[in-house]
């Protein structure tokens, strides 16, 4: 049992599948979870699967996010494209009012953005293409919050734009020794084991060195701790995590 409580979020991308490209059920992974970053349709979702969506996280009591990306379903989101700063400001503006709209239709709240894919690993580091997603966000609406990658400079740049940051970190994924997500192209950069994604977890939220790709180690302070919904261990993933929490008396909060 840890010497002082401790708390933290647990979020997941959902909401991703369409009718032509459809996930496993993720319904039973709701329960875990306090947040969830629901799919805009942009890189996946189509109406139907972002509606289901928003009903079970409103069942479930959950923070609502909206997770916009690049326009690039057949890719899933994943690759940069270079867009001008004015078409990329639309583009986002576009998909979180969309998903904004539907929520509250739905008796929900829009709490949060957090971008997707290439989208979330370009702006976290390179402010050209941040400052036009922080202005999409904040002109929909100066109360939702950013969530975006934990010690990168877009926590800076989101604070200069009078956004709240959530700072994320990822239990399923490894990080480089700068502190970035490194490449789903190299060889474990995924984490396939839940017995390795809750060792990682669980170094993340006690403040431990987590070992990177590259032989280093990093530290990484964090509000919200993100597990992927198209995982192929994702609900296992979850229920680890869960008993861990519990069997230390972590809690979860959004």
Avoid at 226 to 244: K, S
Wanted: one cysteine or more.
């Amino acid at each position: 049992m840890p010497s002082r409580l401790l708390r933290i979020d647990i979020n997941c991308d959902l909401g991703e599948s369409t009718h032509q490209c459809p996930l496993p059920d993720q319904a039973a992974l709701f329960p875990y979870l306090s947040s969830c970053n629901i799919a805009c349709g942009f890189h996946g979702g189509d109406p139907l699967f972002i509606e289901q969506a928003i009903r079970q996280a409103i069942a479930h009591g959950l923070r609502i996010g909206a997770h916009p990306s690049y326009p690039d379903r057949l890719n899933f989101g994943r690759k940069p494209m270079p867009l001008p700063p004015e078409r990329l400001q639309a583009e986002v503006r576009y998909q979180v009012a969309a998903l904004k709209g539907m929520v509250e239709s739905l008796g929900g709240r829009l709490s949060y953005v957090k971008p997707h894919g290439a989208l979330y690993n370009q702006m976290a580091f390179d402010e050209p293409t941040a400052r036009p997603v922080l202005a999409a966000v904040k002109e929909i609406d100066t109360d939702l919050a950013l969530m975006g990658l934990a010690g990168s400079p877009l926590q800076k740049w989101a604070a200069s734009a009078g956004l709240r940051f959530i700072a994320e970190a990822f239990a399923d994924r490894r990080y480089t020794k700068h502190g970035r997500l490194a490449s789903r192209a190299r060889e474990g950069a995924v984490l396939l084991s839940p017995e390795v994604v809750v060792e990682q977890a669980h170094r993340i939220i006690t403040g431990q060195p987590v070992a990177t790709l590259d032989g280093a180690s990093i530290t990484i302070q964090a509000d919200s701790l993100c597990l992927h919904g198209d995982h192929p261990q994702a609900i296992a993933i979850a229920q680890a995590i869960n008993t861990h929490f519990r069997r230390h008396g972590i809690q979860k909060s959004a």
